[in-house]
C-alpha cells in the first residue's frame, strides 16, 4: 500500500483506481455483447425517438413469449428470446446517455415488442 | 445503356388490358410482400428472368434447389409481376426502371402499376392506414380521381426504386401510377400490403382473400427478415437519409 501524506491524494488514488477497473469491465462487457450478437440472431427492430421517451419496435416472428427476456445494464438494452421452433433471438442496444433504464417499460404493440425508456431530465 | 437479357422460358399470351405490376423492396416490403403474395394465392407462372450482371449483385435466389436471378417474371392471363427478391442497389435504380419500362413495352403492357408505403411517425398507433396514388399522366390522374380508391397523394416527394419509373413509363407514353400505403419504414408491413392489394384487385378487377395475408403475416415476416435488413441498409442511398415518400 503506497503511503499518502495527504488524505485528498488516498482518496483520489483509489478513485482513480476504482474508474480504471469500472472502465475494464465495460470494455469486457462490450466485447462479450460483440461476441453474443455474431452467434445469436438479431431481430428486426425499429427505433423512434419522442419529447419525453426514446421507443424500440422489435419484431420477434414465432416468438415464444414464455422465454422472453428484457433488462436493461450497463446503459444497454438487452433482450433474449426463443422463437416456437427453436431459433434464438438476442439483441443488444447501447441506449442513449439521456436515457433512464430504470423507467424501462415493456409492452406488446399489434405484433410488436414496444420498449419505452424514459428520458431523464 | 445497360446491358441486361430477358431470358425467356416461353412468351406468355395475354389479354388487353395488360397490367405489370411491379414488387421492389422499398418501405415496409409493402410492394414485394404484396406481389409475392400475389404470384402465389392467383398461381401466377414464373415465365421469365432478367440477367443483368452490370447493375445488379451478384446473388442468385435459390428456389427448391435451383439458382435463378433474384429478378423474375411471372404472369397470369392479363397480369405480369415484376418481381425483385433482393434490394435493388441505389446506383441500379434508374436502370432497372428502364428495364421495367422495356418489359412493358415487351410485352404490350397498357399499364404499369407500382406499390409502395409511406412511413408514418406513429404507425403503430394508427387505426386506420390511408393509401394514396401517385400518376404520372394527367389523363391518369383524372381516371384514378374519379374511381375514388385512394386518396390523391397531393404534394410532396418520392424518392427510391418507383420514383425514375413514373418518369421512365412517361417519357415512352406508358400509364404509370403508384399505390401508397402508409406504413413502417424499417420493419415488414404486411398490413399495408394488404389494402395495396384490395385497391389493386378493384381496380384491375380480380378476386383475393387479403385475409389470409393476415394470418400468414408472421411467417411472411419471419421469411423476409433478411430482405428487409438488406432494404434498411439501401433506404438511406436512395434518398439522402430520407423516407421513400413523404409530403
Not at chain 1, 61 to 73: A, F, G, I, Q, Y
Not at chain 2, 2 to 29: C, F, H, M, W
Not at chain 2, 181 to 203: G, T
Request: net charge neutral; charged share 25%.
Amino acid at each position: 500500500m503506497p503511503v499518502f501524506k495527504d488524505l485528498d491524494d488516498l482518496i483520489r488514488n483509489l478513485i482513480k483506481k476504482e474508474e480504471k477497473e469500472i472502465k475494464r469491465i465495460e470494455e469486457e462487457i462490450d466485447k462479450e455483447f460483440e461476441r453474443l450478437s455474431r452467434t445469436f440472431q438479431s431481430p428486426l427492430y425499429s427505433f423512434n425517438e419522442t419529447e419525453s421517451e426514446y421507443d424500440y419496435l422489435i419484431d420477434l416472428p414465432k416468438v415464444d413469449l414464455s422465454t422472453l427476456k428484457v433488462e436493461s445494464r450497463s446503459q444497454k438494452l438487452i433482450m433474449a428470446c426463443r422463437t416456437k421452433d427453436g431459433r434464438e433471438y438476442r439483441l443488444f442496444i447501447s441506449l442513449p446517455k439521456d436515457a433512464d433504464p430504470a423507467s424501462m417499460e415493456v409492452s406488446r404493440a399489434k405484433w410488436l415488442l414496444k420498449v419505452s425508456i424514459k428520458k431523464r431530465k | 445503356m445497360t446491358q441486361y437479357e430477358i431470358i425467356e422460358k416461353y412468351q406468355p399470351q395475354l389479354s388487353r388490358p395488360t397490367y405489370l405490376i411491379v414488387g421492389l423492396p422499398d418501405a415496409g416490403l409493402v410492394g414485394v410482400i404484396a406481389t409475392e403474395y400475389l404470384i402465389e394465392k392467383l398461381g401466377l407462372k414464373e415465365f421469365a428472368e432478367i440477367y443483368a450482371p452490370e447493375i445488379l449483385p451478384p446473388i442468385s435466389h435459390v428456389k427448391d434447389g435451383v439458382a435463378k436471378s433474384p429478378i423474375r417474371l411471372y404472369h397470369n392471363h392479363n397480369m405480369i409481376i415484376f418481381h425483385s427478391w433482393i434490394a435493388i442497389p441505389s446506383i441500379s435504380i434508374i436502370p432497372i426502371a428502364k428495364i421495367i419500362v422495356d418489359v412493358a413495352k415487351r410485352y404490350n403492357a397498357s399499364y404499369i402499376i407500382s406499390i409502395t408505403g409511406l412511413p408514418i411517425q406513429d404507425r403503430l398507433n394508427a387505426e386506420k392506414l390511408n393509401a394514396y396514388w401517385i400518376a404520372n399522366q394527367q389523363d391518369l390522374a383524372i381516371e384514378l380521381q374519379k374511381l375514388g380508391l385512394m386518396e390523391k397523394f397531393g404534394d410532396g416527394y418520392i424518392a427510391g426504386p418507383y420514383a425514375p419509373l413514373l418518369t421512365e413509363a412517361s417519357k415512352n407514353s406508358i400509364n404509370n401510377f403508384v399505390i401508397v400505403v402508409e406504413s413502417f419504414l424499417d420493419l415488414p408491413d404486411p398490413e399495408a400490403s394488404a389494402i395495396a392489394l384490395n385497391i389493386l384487385s378493384k381496380y384491375i378487377g380480380f378476386n383475393i382473400n387479403v385475409n389470409e395475408l393476415l394470418k400468414e403475416a408472421e411467417d411472411i415476416r419471419d421469411r423476409i427478415k433478411g430482405l428487409m435488413t438488406q432494404t434498411k441498409q439501401e433506404l438511406p442511398n436512395y434518398a439522402l437519409s430520407r423516407p421513400m415518400t413523404y409530403a
